[in-house]
């Protein structure tokens, strides 16, 4: 099964960079007052420097030591305070751009082709909108302000470093290279490791949700085992993913640790030895060698928020992934010239090579209620599926009024074409919302009348709060009837001129069947109906009846001519009559 695509690595730093200047402003004041902030932290280290020279040469008298507590104790408030500021500025900073990425993220998941989902699975879509959603609120909320602030206060500090002395700061140059190349070599072998980490999340959240969604099947063609080995595979993937990673991280961390105290080794050594031979001060040999303790708090922030950069970088690049799959649909159309619906010389293949569909041709006039019958997997479901222009053909055409059902924007096609399939769902939100997902300016008298029209308003009105009443799992629960009654009162509210029927009630107990076909009968009244038919009396009923084997039409005609014909269906017919004898 294909993932759905991932950015490249140019257009995730084009999204991050239009991000940013958005916000640009907002940035500038958040980073200002942090850089204002660290100023404050630098004065410490400064002043006690300033102590140790009048303490070394013997000339620290109280009144100084009252100014230098003094301004300790200013600095340390306005930093406190400053601090606060920035940090609240940058926490809602943060919340903002989480938020809109996770409505940009959202827009384009539902303006996904449902084929690309299908082809995608369900799993990598969910891990998506967990796993990396999660990954990429930790960076945008924590990580990235984090960074940016340590890098402002590493810059600062290494400006008030060279101020004091740039003599003396030199020494700390010794485990530049070392924390460079280290570094280098960890984001070159460790950022395909997260990219894979990710990858393998997906992939075992998509065999777990799989299965579970499949249960019943895994459990009918005894496939547990197979799809424990799998599960266990993905795991087995997963954890080698991880120890790749946390190996780097196990060589990298303590190699960045060692050179943090390589440097200070060193600049106490040398501003000693500067100091020692009046070079410079001792102030100035305390103050550096302070700032160089200090510099390794931002510093290893900077490295250790690296990890999680990379981390949200390559959930970012999974989550833009999603809005670059092109959208298969116009915003416009062309408004179809009638409602007849014709395939012509319709080839279709799920899978390159395989054609399910050879060559159907087949046109269904308005008002005609046409039944498709044949054996299983001749593809009946897949002319159901193209006729409500879910998918396009491979070769030929697949029309409502001379225009391509595949090319009409979505708003345009539900008012042509709709399919009825047996599942059928209730979304969190009240009856009232159910319904206007079909047609959201509808009024609350159209509403209601759709729904009298599916004979369901006696039940919504025994409602504690009719159609206000919450539905869906956290709401009111409705029997499998009624959620199927609510899903035709949509269709009334769409209403299409065409109904493209899928083993509409097959799933349901009979009795409810019964009251559930009343529903539907009224729904169809005056529409064409397209009809799968699984139960020949669909067939006996229809205008004319469609008999597919292998793809391609074998039989044609009304249910009389056919029976005459005493082919396909007429042996079909015998058969089924022969189960039923009642049906006669
Ligand atoms: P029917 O509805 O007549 O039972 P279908 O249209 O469901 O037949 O299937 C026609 C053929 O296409 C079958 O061989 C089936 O295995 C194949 N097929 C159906 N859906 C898919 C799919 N999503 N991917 C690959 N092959 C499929």
């Not at 225009?403 to 345009?412: D, E, G, I, K, T």
Request: charged fraction near 20%.
């Amino acid at each position: 099964m294909s993932q759905l695509p991932i950015a490249d690595a140019q257009t995730v730093r084009t999204h991050a960079r239009a991000l940013v200047l958005q916000h640009r402003s907002k940035l500038v004041r958040m980073l200002s007052l942090y850089a204002l902030a660290a100023v404050m932290a630098l004065i410490p280290a400064y002043v006690i420097g300033e102590i140790t020279n009048f303490a070394a040469t013997r000339q620290l008298t109280s009144g100084r030591i009252d100014l230098y507590v003094g301004v300790l104790f200013v600095s340390s408030l306005l930093y406190a305070g400053l601090s606060f500021l920035a940090r609240r500025r940058s926490y809602i900073l943060g919340e903002t751009v989480f938020a809109q990425l996770r409505e940009e993220f959202l827009e384009s998941v539902l303006a996904l082709p449902l084929v690309e989902v299908e082809r995608a699975g369900t799993g990598d879509l969910l891990s998506r909108t967990t796993n990396d959603i999660e990954a990429l609120s930790r960076t945008v909320r924590f990580a990235m302000p984090e960074w940016l602030v340590a890098i402002l206060q590493a810059v600062l500090t290494l400006v008030a470093m060279v101020l004091v002395s740039p003599l003396a700061s030199i020494a700390s140059i010794v485990s530049l290279p070392i924390v460079f190349f280290s570094t280098r070599y960890y984001l070159h072998y460790a950022v395909p490791g997260y990219r894979r980490e990710r990858m393998s999340y997906a992939a075992m959240s998509g065999s777990v949700s799989e299965t579970a969604e499949g249960a019943r099947t895994v459990d009918a063609h005894r496939l547990g085992q197979r799809q424990s080995t799998r599960i266990e595979g993905d795991i087995r993937e997963s954890f080698y993913s991880e120890m790749y990673t946390m190996l780097m991280r196990m060589v990298w961390f303590p190699t960045i640790e060692s050179a943090f105290a390589l440097a200070v080794a060193t600049t106490l050594a040398w501003s000693g030895w500067l100091a020692l031979h009046h070079h410079i001060t001792i102030a100035a040999a305390t103050t550096v060698t302070l700032y160089v303790v200090q510099i390794n708090d931002p510093i290893d922030r900077i490295v250790s928020w690296l990890d999680e950069l990379q981390v949200g970088q390559s959930s970012l690049a999974r989550l833009v992934g999603v809005s670059v799959v092109r959208d298969d649909r116009p915003t416009q159309g062309v408004e179809p010239r009638n409602e007849t619906i014709a395939m012509k010389d319709v080839f279709y293949a799920y899978r390159p090579g395989h054609d399910v569909l050879n060559g159907l041709s087949l046109t269904v006039q308005p008002g005609e209620r046409l039944a498709i019958v044949g054996p299983s997997g001749a593809g009946k479901s897949t002319i159901g599926r193209l006729l409500a222009g879910i998918d396009a053909p491979r070769s030929g055409a697949v029309e409502v009024g001379g225009v391509a059902l595949a090319s009409m924007p979505l708003a345009m096609l539900r008012q042509h074409v709709a399919l009825v399939t047996q599942e059928h769902h209730i979304f969190i939100g009240s009856v009232r919302e159910n319904l206007a997902l079909a047609k959201p300016e509808a009024s609350d008298d159209e509403i209601v009348r759709a729904l009298e029209a599916v004979d369901a308003m006696e039940w919504i009105r025994a409602l504690p709060e009719g159609m206000r009443t919450e539905l869906g799992t956290t709401g009111h629960q409705v029997t499998p009837a009624q959620a199927q009654q609510l899903a035709l009162a949509r269709l009334v509210l769409s209403n299409p001129h065409t109904l493209v029927l899928d083993e509409a009630t097959a799933l349901l107990d009979p009795r409810a069947a019964r009251h559930v076909e009343r529903s539907l009968n009224a729904v169809l009244r005056g529409r064409t109906v397209i009809a799968i038919a699984h139960r020949l009396h669909t067939a006996h009923d229809a205008d004319r009846v469609c008999v597919v084997i292998n793809g391609a039409i074998a039989e044609l005609g009304t249910h009389d001519e056919l029976v005459a014909l005493n082919g396909e269906y007429a042996s079909l017919w015998a058969s089924w009559r022969n189960e039923r004898p009642e049906a006669s």
